[in-house]
RNA sequence: CGGAGUGUAGCGCAGCCUGGUAGCGCAUCUGCUUUGGGAGCAGAGGGCCGGGGGUUCGAAUCCCUCCACUCCGACCA
């Protein structure tokens, strides 16, 4: 193989403005316009997730679903609508999303005195229905039902579906009032299981992220003030962004008892008494997407990691006018390609050569191949890998590329892994007290800290948390409940 | 919900201060020339200037009032 990479000496244009370290939150957005993922709707904090994006996020649910079922758990689906009173039984799940609850009091619209279509007063509901912030209370009712003895566990539920959160402020993927999401509900004998079962769906979530999205986040106990409301233990997955945020991709939660108390979810144990059951729910959004977009991109916009990708290889035919042999050869390589099972397409639109590259570039299209007419002539092709640019531009024969193709999408994978690794490590501070935390935040660092446990019991914790806009992210595992890790957050 | 800002062609913006009836760039369409890292020339189409009310002979422009969106906080996946 050859390199055939040129150098130059000007600065090569960014597709994306600006750029991250110009500003990371407008970068982000604009990341999202031209990779074509989503778009705001006029329904105001929901998105409209375009096809390429959508495709993306089927290919999160294809690789987490079969990782679900791998474990037991099976899928059903329960409703949108929960009945007012449901979510009323547990006090501090009221406390946690009454705040962010959209509810639906009518079923019937009628034109009013000035011919507006409102919603007709004799047709208010008796009781109203909160669309679902989360389904605890409704799946908690009917595992009551289902759960008789104790060989009707473990029982062990899960749903893809959308959900509604009246958010106050809202970011594409980020944060929407309303997203998609799987939600999982197991519910166990004893409390041990229920223990062991909020951990183990972490490591499927850590799976999902180091093995399929090429992420790599720190995994721990989320502390008191930022657990879920009503669970007794929620994990997480936290994973540092390219600006130093953190982002809660993912949590799983010990419930203990207190929904099998408030939904009532009780059973015959193997000693004949009437007890209990314990219960957990782990959830992962849409926002992973964001999570994606915000490790991996750079200032020419989205990088897909190849597991994922809607779009792992793209073919560009590059002609002068259109030239049927080359089109052909180009649909026979994806054919090839696809034979071995990677997910290729052939740009055929008559764009401009150009216009095709930075269109893939901006997709994030982990390899980009052209092929030209002198090409076709010898059999061979250049490819350029997204990840590592235009450096990495190489021409080769067809039949090189078709052997070596999988081993440079894993290639590209483990180099988006590192990245990401190295990130993380690289943008973590260690600090033995709170003095220390303070000082370093005041000179505008973007990162983690990492501090002893004990800081979360100081007294000023409060005041210097509010002041630099912080949060404790987790009790990483990696130290055995010894630090905590405290950042900004998205 | 607090603070700041923005709504003008599909997108990005100017015009507003100092009222006179709509402009630029990109995109789109047509034609010719180009084509291995974002093409050039010529022409064309496209606007209830966010909504409502007011002042005025006349409002994108001034005043009042809603509404929407974005950013920074608080709330949260």
């Known amino acids: 193989m050859t390199n055939v990479a040129t150098k130059t000496d000007k600065k090569p244009q960014t597709a994306i403005s600006p750029t991250r370290a110009e500003n990371f939150p407008e970068w982000y957005q604009e990341v999202i316009k031209a990779a074509e993922l989503a778009e705001n709707s006029p329904v105001r904090g929901c998105m409209i997730i375009k096809p390429y994006g959508y495709a993306l996020w089927e290919n999160i649910q294809k690789q987490l679903d079969d990782r679900i079922k791998a474990v037991g758990v099976e899928n059903a689906y329960f409703p949108l609508l929960i009945p007012l009173s449901f979510i009323s039984r547990e006090a501090e ?179 004949g008494r009437e007890q209990l059951a314990w219960t957990t729910s782990w959830g992962l959004s849409t926002r992973s997407i964001g999570g994606l977009i915000m490790s991996h991109g750079d200032d020419d916009g989205l990088i897909m990691p190849p597991r994922v990708a809607p779009v792992q290889i793209i073919i560009l035919p590059i002609m002068k006018e259109k030239n049927p042999a080359l089109l052909e050869h180009a649909d026979h390589l994806k054919r090839n390609l696809q034979a071995l099972g990677i997910r290729a397409k052939v740009d055929t639109s008559d764009d401009r050569a150009p216009d095709k590259m930075w269109r893939a570039i901006k997709r994030g299209i982990p390899i980009r191949v052209e092929i030209g007419e002198r090409e076709l002539a010898e059999g061979k092709l250049t490819f350029t890998r997204r990840d590592l640019g235009r450096e990495s531009k190489t021409t080769c024969s067809e039949n090189e590329f078709l052997e070596s193709a999988q081993n440079t999408l894993d290639a590209i994978h483990e180099e988006l892994l590192n990245r990401s690794r190295t990130r993380a490590k690289e943008m973590i501070k260690n600090v033995t007290s709170l003095a220390e935390l303070k000082d370093i935040y005041q000179s505008n660092f973007s990162g983690f800290v990492k501090a002893p446990i004990a800081v979360l019991d100081d007294p000023d914790y409060q005041t210097i948390k509010k002041e630099y806009s912080l949060s404790a992210r987790c009790i990483p595992f990696e130290d055995e409940g010894a630090t905590v890790l405290i950042g900004k957050s998205y």
């Open 93 to 271: 799940h009221i406390d946690g999303f009454a705040k962010e609850c959209a509810v639906v009091t009518h079923h019937r619209l009628e034109k009013n005195s000035e011919g507006k279509l409102v919603p007709a007063p004799d047709a208010e509901l008796e009781e109203p229905f909160v669309i679902r912030p989360t389904s605890e209370t409704i799946i908690g009712d009917a595992m009551a039902r289902w759960t008789q003895s104790y060989r009707d566990l473990p029982l062990l539920l899960n749903q893809w579906c959308n959900v509604m959160r009246w958010e106050m402020r809202t970011r594409l993927f980020l944060r929407t009032s309303e997203f998609l999401w799987q939600e999982g509900h197991n519910a166990f004998e004893t409390a041990d299981e229920a223990e062991a079962d909020a951990r183990k769906m972490l490591d499927v979530y850590n799976d999902l992220y180091v093995n399929a999205l090429a992420l790599s986040g720190f995994c721990g106990e989320k502390t008191a003030d930022e657990r879920f409301p009503g669970a007794i233990r929620t994990y997480t997955i936290e994973i540092m962004m390219q600006d130093g945020k953190a982002l809660q991709a993912c949590t799983s939660h010990n419930l203990g008892q207190t929904f099998a108390k408030s939904c009532d979810i009780k059973f015959q144990g193997r000693d």
